[in-house]
């Protein structure tokens, strides 16, 4: 206790506030200051110069608006499939009267803990043992994977606001002579539509930016806008490469204007805190 | 009359139940067939995935002989345990300290770590590279990707979310225990110690797994930038997930893999079944508790 009264201790008495300095150090060095660097790549040349060579590029090759086409088709049917798979399934493990069994909505989450790369490889290897190759199939092949990985991101937040669901109101709804088929669409849907939005958010742009699950299945035939920045990084072309990973700033800063008043948990939706 | 109906009912009821039950399992069998698959090839010494060539634990064996997977297994191994121990010393002290903060600088700390939850995996790696392609271009030629910019990397992927699962447990406490534990005499650092760690200790915890997932599973981040070093010495580090992928490249998973699966596997339900037969048996012990206050 000699330190007590020391110069030492009255510097490491800290008040709490000062302890977040690191983190947000951290934060500034490897975060921020990255991101903005890839506004500055996206529009200067090799040479550092301001240039808006990466943009023109960008938009004037049709390859390249190919891959914006495809990433977001291949985005939106995953998302599609993952939500009318998982939709019912979250609404069947929140129900009391239909499951008892949480040890249940665990097992949806454990696949998540085996490594994705070495479960893609088996599916892909599975697929094509019945014919379902990425040499004759690609976009088949790919989403199959796709829904595959992403059904748990889904389904969890999904189960979450499905345990908040207010069933008093919607058996209120039935006695007051709606049908099944009304209460769902009147009183479901919209009590549940914060769990689809960030089940969505959760499957869209992941799907779009992968790399591994579409350069395995389809076996380098799909390109999405993760392989493509994969292969800008693959040349060091770091102009080109910035440019489309800022593209992907942008449309997530729009998402997030759209769905802003929706609260989220990202831990939750990660598998965090299940028990 | 009222009887007939009733029977009707339950027999609805009866039908949707299985109906339901049936659904929930069958996805949940869907989305098993690859690891199933995995977990029962790995009990034959069949090259090929699929074909069955009778009962045998050589793939376990050859496995743990594989001196390229098992180096690659430890570099796994070490980066996610040295990863998360530095984004929950990092995450917990930052959710701590911006729980102090004056709202507007509050604001500011939580936009900046929700940039890495929302940007794609792909764009954070992207950036992080090219940050240290700059820092080697233009500040300190010596500076290349090394282990250290793979470490820093996968901080970056799990940090948050320690942040994350931190905050709601300082939000639950009582401000007023801190001040009490001064008021009576406790220096700040004790008071840190003994009444706001233990308060959201299982907020750590719970960020501490969700770190060693993600780091465990990683691909992306792990492949822009790593260097050479830990076990793989003056080559590139391979992770499981960059040694899975280049083989995977070039022709079927490698057999192995099957076994690796398999101890992973088993390793995790291990895991579930003794944290839910835990926490069971809090549950159970707490209505007890409540039980006797009520009575």
């Not at chain 1, 748990?152 to 006695?175: G, H, S, V």
């Not at chain 1, 009304?182 to 930016?209: H, R, Y």
């Amino acid at each position: 206790m000699q330190w007590k009264n020391s110069k030492a201790s009255r510097f490491f008495s800290l008040k709490r506030k000062y302890l977040a300095f690191p983190y947000i150090l951290f934060l500034v060095l490897f975060i921020l200051i990255p991101t903005l660097l890839i506004i500055f790549y996206a529009f200067s040349d090799e040479n550092g110069n301001p240039s808006a060579e990466a943009m023109i590029e960008f938009f004037s090759t049709p390859s390249k608006i190919s891959v914006l086409v495809v990433s977001l088709f291949m985005g939106l049917q995953t998302t599609l499939i993952c939500l009318l798979l998982g939709y019912p399934a979250a609404y069947f493990l929140a129900d009391k009267k239909i499951n008892k069994n949480a040890v249940l909505v665990v097992l949806f989450i454990m696949p998540m803990w085996i490594n994705f790369v070495i479960r893609t490889g088996a599916t892909r290897d599975l697929l094509s043992a019945i014919g379902l190759d990425g040499g004759t199939h690609p976009w088949e092949a790919t989403l199959i994977g796709m829904v595959q990985n992403y059904l748990p991101f889904t389904i969890l937040p999904l189960y979450t606001t499905m345990l908040k669901l207010d069933r008093a109101q919607m058996e209120a709804a039935a006695d007051l002579g709606c049908s099944p088929f009304k209460v769902f669409i009147k009183n479901v849907l919209p009590q549940s539509l914060p769990g689809i939005i960030s089940a969505s958010e959760m499957v869209f742009m992941p799907v779009m930016s992968s790399y591994v699950i579409s350069d395995t299945l389809s076996e380098g035939k799909i390109t999405l806008f993760g392989n493509s920045i994969y292969l800008n990084f693959s040349n060091s072309q770091w102009n080109a490469g910035s440019f489309m990973a800022l593209i992907f700033l942008v449309l997530i800063g729009l998402s997030m204007l759209v769905t802003r008043r929706f609260e989220k948990d990202p831990v939750a939706s990660r598998g965090g805190g299940i028990w | 009359m009222v009887r007939r109906v009733r029977t009707l009912e339950e027999k609805k009821t009866l039908a949707v139940r299985v109906g339901a039950n049936f659904y929930i399992y069958l996805l949940l069998f869907l989305m098993y067939v690859p690891v199933l698959a995995l977990v029962i090839f790995s009990f034959t010494g069949s090259v090929n995935f699929g074909t069955w060539s009778g009962f045998s634990f050589e793939l376990y064996a050859t496995l743990f002989q594989d001196e390229e997977i098992m180096r690659a297994l430890g570099n796994t191994v070490i980066l996610a345990l040295l990863s998360s121990f530095c984004s929950v010393v990092l995450g917990t002290l930052g959710a701590v300290g911006v729980h102090e903060w004056k709202r507007r600088s509050k604001a500011v700390a939580e936009s900046l770590t929700q940039i890495p939850v929302v940007t794609p995996e792909i764009v954070l790696a992207l950036s992080l590279v090219i940050m240290f392609v700059f820092l080697g271009n233009y500040v300190y030629a010596g500076f290349g990707l090394s282990f250290w910019t793979l470490l820093i990397g996968h901080i970056c992927l799990s940090l948050p979310f320690v942040y994350l699962s931190v905050k709601p447990k300082l939000l639950q406490m009582d401000p007023a225990l801190y001040e009490a534990a001064l008021d009576l005499g406790s220096t700040p650092r004790k008071a840190l110690y003994q009444v706001t760690l233990p308060a959201i200790l299982p907020g750590i915890l719970s960020g501490f797994l969700l770190a060693l997932t993600l780091s465990l599973d990683d691909f992306i981040v792990t492949s822009f930038t790593r260097g050479s070093g830990l076990l793989s010495g003056a080559q590139m580090i391979e992770t499981i997930s960059t040694l899975v992928q280049a083989r995977i490249k070039k022709g079927p998973l490698p057999p192995q893999m099957r076994a690796l699966t398999t101890l992973i596997f088993l390793f995790v339900l291990l895991v579930v079944i003794v944290v839910t037969i835990l926490m069971t048996k809090k549950r159970k012990k707490s209505h007890h508790h409540i039980d006797r206050r009520n009575a």
